[in-house]
């Protein structure tokens, strides 16, 4: 049961790590790129769509469209296309719409009429070939609003913030388990070679003890063989005395 936790407890540590750096290199990424006409990967062109304007068929705001960059004599009617609108009313911004028809701009140039799919009404300027900056590929639902999120405060403390110090405590929370743990093994280390060395001691005092004892028996018995010895060297000397009185 313990080690079942200690995994789960371990995955979900790495799972906060893998998070908050994803988003890290999210907002990077996305700060790089996103809404940059000049900046590409792969000639692939992040944007964040700002208005309701294709929501009828196809993205809505809060969506990144991702446009790949393409040869404009290529496009044709039909095609959804990024460009920068010279429109007075939103000039220099980024629209996103669909080709109604191909035309020519005031100067003769080629370009396109456009329109957004909800109003179904032509934007008033023609789009030239310079201000087209790719044909739509896809988009990613609300990751514009995540993006717009991650770069308030707020989104910043809840998404990267919050993960990294819980991951941070986490760590430490370990470390100070593990050096607990480790003292814990020193002292049941230092315990046990406490008790090995007093089993020792008290072997060495019992073998002290045996030999102390051995000793004794081995003193006794010589001090026996002794008297004995006399005793026969008397009696000896008692029998010598008396065949001599005998011969007398």
């Given at each position: 049961m313990k080690k079942t936790l200690g995994v789960i407890k371990s995955v979900i540590t790495w799972l906060l790590l893998i998070f908050a750096v994803a988003i890290m290199l999210f907002t990077f990424i996305s700060s790089s790129t996103l809404d940059k006409g000049n900046r590409s990967i792969f000639g692939y062109k992040g944007y964040i769509v700002l208005s309701d304007s294709m929501k009828a068929t196809d993205f809505e705001a809060g969506d990144v469209v991702v446009v790949k960059e393409v040869d404009p004599s290529t496009l044709k009617e039909g095609d959804i296309i990024t460009f920068v609108s010279k429109n007075s009313a939103s000039y220099g911004?980024?629209?996103?719409?669909?080709?109604?028809?191909?035309?020519?701009?005031?100067?003769?140039?080629?370009?396109?009429?456009?329109?957004?799919?909800?109003?179904?009404?032509?934007?008033?300027?023609?789009?030239?070939?310079?201000?087209?900056?790719?044909?739509?590929?896809?988009?990613?639902?609300?990751?514009?609003?995540f993006f717009n999120f991650l770069k308030t405060v707020p989104g910043y403390i809840c998404c990267i913030l919050i993960p990294f110090m819980l991951f941070i405590a986490i760590q430490a929370i370990n470390t100070v388990k593990a050096f607990r743990g480790y003292k814990k093994e020193q002292a049941n280390a230092i315990q046990s070679e406490r008790e090995e060395l007093a089993a020792e001691k008290k072997k060495t005092r019992e073998m002290m003890a045996e030999l102390e004892a051995l000793k004794a028996q081995i003193s006794g018995g010589a001090a026996s063989d002794q008297k004995s010895g006399d005793k026969d060297s008397r009696e000896e000397d008692s029998d010598d005395g008396e065949e001599k009185e005998d011969n007398e």
């Open positions: 911004e980024t629209i996103t719409h669909k080709i109604r028809r191909l035309t020519t701009t005031a100067d003769g140039e080629p370009g396109f009429v456009t329109y957004g799919t909800t109003t179904n009404t032509d934007d008033l300027t023609v789009v030239d070939y310079f201000s087209v900056e790719g044909k739509y590929q896809f988009r990613l639902p609300k990751v514009g609003k």
